[in-house]
């Protein structure tokens, strides 16, 4: 009898445990939020038991899978992930009305997030909730460092660098031996970032530039996975698992050592530099402030700092990368190219930042590159309050997922959109077109949109462009073989090269230095 209660006893507490479980898997995983079941939500492809859309994330390009999905259903559709809901927007109209009325509700991004740590943690500038943080830190970024005035007045920085790009690709043309652009395009935007942040470039002497662009490089690689991170985060939340968080701590604890280290010697020498015009004075006047706008902490600066040299060292480069691959691969985009810098800028000296904007066939091709090969392809956003878009209703913490890629690929909005010609940027080809309609605006969103895209832009396109330049003015490039292989690295999430470029520069003219 006695046995019989105890076998009872344990079924019962089996089955009670069987109950506890199902009910957390039914509110982790199935029970939709209250807004979803009793709106008109966006269409929505067929879904799977359990995992809903969850499989068309595993894709292994995510971007070309989720653009054939909208051909097929529509470019406004509805996706759960688990019981996580998103919407996915693949044209320009629909993300326009989104921007436009929906501005500050998605200016959250609600990325994963690894407290304490310097790298996508709880200080990072990208990852901040739209606030008095987030609000202080822009207007920071751009009155002292990415605004038009406050690069004109960073000028003067970045012309040591372009020499030097010059001088390091010339000597590899002397001594025959072959470049990975994708190295030394690095070098180039890693040292002019940090000279306009912290005033200084990482030596080269002690291995510190080479830690932080490997560092730089092992973020880049980590951000790529980060896309399924972001589109499963609530239930692993839910579940107390934090993906990747070994790998963001170890990055974080190396940019912390070099970082910090920077700082120190900074704070030291602080009387022989000091101009306040700086970023990294800027910053740390506000740290030391005793009355601020805003009360940042050491780590906002580290945070901040790495979120700069990640944001724009990694897209920068690979975006100089695929140009100069189309480029080459296409002989009369790059003979009119270089005739119009030779008749621009001349044979004698070396392209010029302020030669830019004499230079529209140029700007075009960096545009055209950027539109082919965005290499960040998605803006990742979250609805922080219910909203109506069209006929249809977006509850509350729906992520959104608006696909650059196929935006920037629509055959309904661009001419021949798989081919690179530059032309279609060239002021001339687009007359007529004119009063196009706001909306195309939209068409074209390498950089994001509305308030939180990217305030990296203009610097983006003066280092892609400089760097184009020199390479197109002062060299020819041999490859292996006729044509650049243009396949993307499987399973990224920013769009790269699968092969780096290889190739070996042949002096073409020689430009004395001054
Ligand atoms: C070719 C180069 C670049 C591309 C394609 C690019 C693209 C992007 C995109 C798509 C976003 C997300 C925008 C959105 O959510 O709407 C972004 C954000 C950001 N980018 Fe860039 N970027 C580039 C260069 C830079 C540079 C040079 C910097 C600064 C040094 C920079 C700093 C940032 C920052 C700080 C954010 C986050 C802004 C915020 O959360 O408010 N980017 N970028």
Not at 37 to 56: A, E, Q, T, V
Not at 90 to 116: C, H, L, M, W
Not at 229 to 238: C, D, G, N, T, V
Not at 240 to 247: A, N, P, Q, Y
Request: include cysteine.
């Amino acid at each position: 009898m006695a046995t019989m209660i105890f076998v009872d006893f344990k079924h019962c507490f089996i089955f009670i445990l069987l109950c506890i479980f199902s009910l957390l898997c039914y509110f982790l995983f199935f029970k939709k939020p209250k807004d979803i079941r009793s709106f008109d939500l966006p269409p929505s492809p067929p879904s799977l038991p359990i995992i809903g859309h969850f499989h068309l994330f595993l894709s292994l390009q995510i971007h070309k899978s989720l653009k054939k999905l909208s051909s097929k259903y529509g470019p406004f559709l509805h996706l759960c992930v688990f019981n996580v809901p998103m919407v996915l927007v693949s044209s320009a109209s629909i993300a326009y009305e989104i921007f436009k009325a929906q501005d500050v509700n998605i200016s959250t991004r609600n990325q994963p997030t690894n407290e304490g740590s310097l790298f996508l943690g709880s200080s990072s500038f990208v990852n901040a909730p739209y606030g008095d943080y987030w609000k202080f830190m822009k207007k920071l970024t751009i009155t002292k460092l990415l605004g038009p005035q406050a690069l004109e007045r960073s000028r003067a920085v970045r012309v040591d660098e372009v020499k030097r790009f010059y001088s390091n690709l010339l000597d590899k043309a002397m001594k025959q031996e072959s470049v990975e652009i994708v190295e030394e395009a690095m070098k180039l935007t890693n040292n002019i970032i940090c000279k306009m942040i912290m005033g200084r470039t990482c030596s080269e002497e002690n291995g510190e530039a080479d830690k932080v662009r490997g560092l730089v490089t092992e973020s880049g690689r980590l951000v790529k996975k980060f896309f399924l991170a972001a589109i499963l985060r609530k239930p692993l939340r839910k579940l107390g698992i934090s993906l990747f968080k070994k790998e963001l701590t170890g990055i974080s604890y190396k940019f912390d050592e070099v970082l910090e280290k920077i700082l120190v010697d900074y704070e030291e020498k602080v009387e022989e530099h000091h101009q306040g015009t700086d970023m990294m004075d800027v910053l740390l006047e506000a740290y030391g402030d005793e009355n601020p706008e805003y009360k940042i902490t050491r780590n906002h600066i580290k945070s901040f700092f790495v979120d700069l040299l990640i944001a724009g060292t990694d897209s920068s480069t690979h975006t100089i990368q695929w140009i100069m691959a189309e480029i080459i691969n296409n002989p009369n985009i790059l003979e009119r190219l270089r005739e119009e810098i030779d008749s621009v800028v001349g044979k004698k000296k070396l392209i010029q930042e302020t030669d830019l904007l004499n230079l529209p066939y140029l700007h075009a091709i960096v545009k055209e590159g950027l539109r082919l090969h965005p290499p960040i392809p998605f803006v990742i956003r979250e609805f922080q309050k219910g909203c109506k878009v069209r006929s249809f209703y977006i509850p509350e913490k729906t992520t959104l997922v608006v696909n650059g890629y196929a935006l920037m690929r629509d055959p309904d909005m661009w001419e021949d959109p798989e081919e690179f010609k530059p032309e279609r940027f060239l002021a001339s080809s687009r007359s007529g077109q004119d009063n196009e309609i706001r909306e195309d605006v939209l068409k074209y969103i390498p950089f994001g949109s509305g308030r939180r895209g990217c305030p990296g832009s203009n610097l983006a396109y003066v280092s892609v462009g400089i760097a184009i330049g020199v390479m197109v003015q002062c060299f020819d490039w041999k490859i292996e073989g006729d044509k650049v292989n243009m396949e993307e690295v499987p399973g990224a999430i920013t769009l790269t090269m699968a092969h780096r470029l290889k190739c070996i520069p042949v002096p073409r003219t020689l430009i004395p230095f001054t």
